[in-house]
């Protein structure tokens, strides 16, 4: 994007561009780009040229910032032209909107509007005035975008329209850099109008991500940098012990667990990278959120935020949502910012105790941060109209007619947890009610009577051996598994030491087929909505219990994340004849029908 080396585009800009443009503009707008986390906040605003024919959008990478990974495919998915860096330098335009710093803003041929990418200004990025055998003293380092090393060139700014959030940055800006106040606009925070409009949507982002009722939402969230959540630079590299005990003292029914990394880690070690360094942690139910398109529906729908001294953290508490600080560094934030304010008063999270209590804690003690929400934005939801009026003023162009919108948060897929770690099974039967938890470890606290549950896609085959339960998702007609009853029955003659296999059909449904028992079908009653296969366990539990349902069916009352679930249990009838495979046969007559389970 930024090489010498990318050759130039001829349309719709370059050398005889009017000869191959089929329509004619009168502005032209260049999006500059300087990594993926700027690019978030470009993508808030571009809908406010949406239906403009007068204008022709552009987009380059300026190439100076270290996070380069991830650009590309950006750019592909946008589909406008991109100019390489030098093309772009040297194309006049109406205006160019960046939402960082870096590399030779002020070589743009037009007016330039620079936006914040976070909460404000928040940052201290002072390395490149200390040399290698100088002491860093981040009390005097200049904040990132909102100090004369980043807003003047010659002595003059050269940003036509600093955006601000809030007055609170206008008056550091005039203390540290009063030459740049001229230049300053307060239009709020489109990103947090965003989050503000997608509030009402939250149940939707909620079962999106597989949240169900009574279950919690715990995000973790990690800004980028050694000293932050994922990073090993701070007073303590927490997060490889820290990940299993989340899997193993929350339990997976109570608690739903997703990621949310700073683009700066994602692309910056590389997604695959991180899928593998958290791969133990996805097995156990782990969540990897998409940094870009979904890290806000996910903010919205959490009950609670493990997170550290990022922006993130501060929208979460400026959207109500209790905040529990796993790393509070301060000295790479302005003290006068709110952000660190919010730092030095922020619960703590203590990495060694246990974690249960304190979420719990966190979630019964929580109040509102005073402040937080109004220092985000001083216009919440208005700054469509403030920013778009401000780009076409500098345009010199009137704006459209319509009102300036932006685009509603889109619902993410439908991504449910699927934890595929052996889970550890704790239950308590009292006639036909069951209380049980389920977590991808043993905590040292759990009591009640135990078994083993095993998804049949486990990393451990050793595990399904030893397994008192074995279940896996599936649709009813999937010809590769061959039905629920024909893979429950291959599960239990495979495996000797299962009880029980459920086969999971859809959110609120499993087929089980249990050894001394025979085949059931587990549907959610009313009011019921929880994972099937806890259904499952339950019901496993229940039979070992002594208990024997009836021909008519029998109502189950599966208690967990603080509900009382109904399940009905109603006897199938099994297949015609028993499953003919070498799979089924097992290992010591390959070939050979063996009868189905009872």
Excluded at 84 to 111: D, M, N, R, Y
Excluded at 533 to 540: F, G
Aim: proline letters at 10%.
């Amino acid at each position: 994007m930024g090489s010498a080396d990318t050759p130039a585009i001829r349309v719709p800009v370059g050398e005889g561009s009017e000869r191959w443009a089929s329509r004619a503009t009168s502005r032209r707008v260049l999006l500059v780009v300087h990594n993926v986390t700027s690019a978030g906040r470009l993508l808030d605003v571009l809908p406010l040229f949406h239906d403009d024919f007068r204008v022709q959008l552009l987009v380059t990478s300026t190439g100076s910032s270290a996070f380069q990974a991830g650009i590309g495919e950006l750019f592909a998915e946008l589909g406008l032209p991109v100019l390489p860096w030098e093309q772009a330098l040297a194309t006049p335009v109406a205006l160019a909107i960046a939402a960082s710093f870096g590399g030779q803003l002020q070589g743009i041929q037009g007016k330039l509007a620079v936006m914040s990418h976070g909460i404000g200004y928040t940052k201290k990025l002072g390395e490149s005035r200390v040399t290698s055998h100088e002491s860093r003293d981040t009390r005097h380092e200049p904040t990132f975008g909102l100090s004369p090393e980043w807003l003047l060139a010659g002595g003059e700014p050269f940003v036509d329209g600093l955006v601000l959030s809030h007055p609170e940055q206008l008056e550091r800006l005039r203390r540290v850099c009063p030459d740049a106040e001229r230049a300053s606009v307060l239009a709020g925070d489109p990103c947090f109008d965003r989050m503000l409009a997608g509030r009402p949507h939250r149940e939707r982002f909620r079962r999106a991500l597989g949240v169900r009722r009574g279950q919690r939402l715990v995000v973790l969230n990690s800004t980028w940098n050694p000293e932050g959540f994922f990073g090993t630079g701070g007073d303590q590299d927490i997060l490889p012990s820290l990940l299993p005990r989340l899997a193993s003292e929350l339990p997976a029914d109570d608690y739903r667990l997703a990621a949310v990394l700073h683009p700066n880690i994602w692309y910056g070690h590389g997604p695959g990278q991180i899928r593998v360094w958290l791969d133990r942690a996805r097995r156990g139910g782990l969540t990897l959120i998409d940094p870009v398109h979904a890290w806000r529906q996910a903010l919205l729908a959490a009950d609670v935020v493990l997170g550290d001294f990022g922006a993130v953290s501060y929208y979460a508490a400026a959207l109500d949502i209790p905040v529990l600080l796993a790393s509070a560094r301060q000295d790479r934030l302005d003290p006068e910012a709110p952000l660190a304010a919010f730092v030095r008063q922020a619960p703590r999270l203590d990495p060694y105790g246990p974690l249960r209590g304190q979420v719990e804690d966190v979630l019964a003690r929580h109040h509102p941060v005073a402040g937080a929400a109004e220092f985000v934005s001083s216009a919440p939801g208005a700054s469509a109209a403030l920013l778009r009026g401000l780009f076409y003023r500098l345009m010199d162009l009137p704006e459209p007619a319509a009102p300036a919108l932006l685009e509603p948060l889109p619902l993410p897929p439908y991504e449910p947890p699927r934890r595929t770690a052996p889970l550890d099974v704790r239950t308590h039967v009292r006639g036909a009610d069951i209380t049980i938890e389920r977590s991808a470890g043993h905590p040292y606290d759990a009591a009640g009577e135990r078994h083993l549950a095993v998804h049949e896609d486990t990393r451990d085959p050793g595990s399904l051996v030893l397994a008192d339960v074995i279940f896996r998702e599936g649709r009813p007609d999937d010809p590769r598994l061959g039905g629920p009853e024909e893979w429950t029955a291959e599960v239990l003659l495979r495996y000797p030491h299962c009880s029980l296999a459920g086969y999971v059909t859809g959110p609120h449904s499993c087929t089980v087929r249990a050894r001394e028992h025979g085949v059931f079908q587990l549907s959610a009653g009313p009011g019921a909505d929880a994972d099937p296969a806890a259904y499952a366990s339950s019901l496993c539990a229940w039979l070992t219990g002594g208990g024997a349902v009836t021909p008519g069916g029998t109502t189950l009352r599966v208690h967990t994340a603080g509900r009382v679930h109904p399940v009905t249990v109603t006897p199938a009838t099994p297949p015609a004849r028993p499953p003919r495979s070498a799979a089924a046969a097992g290992p010591d007559n390959p070939g050979a029908e063996s009868p189905v389970p009872d």
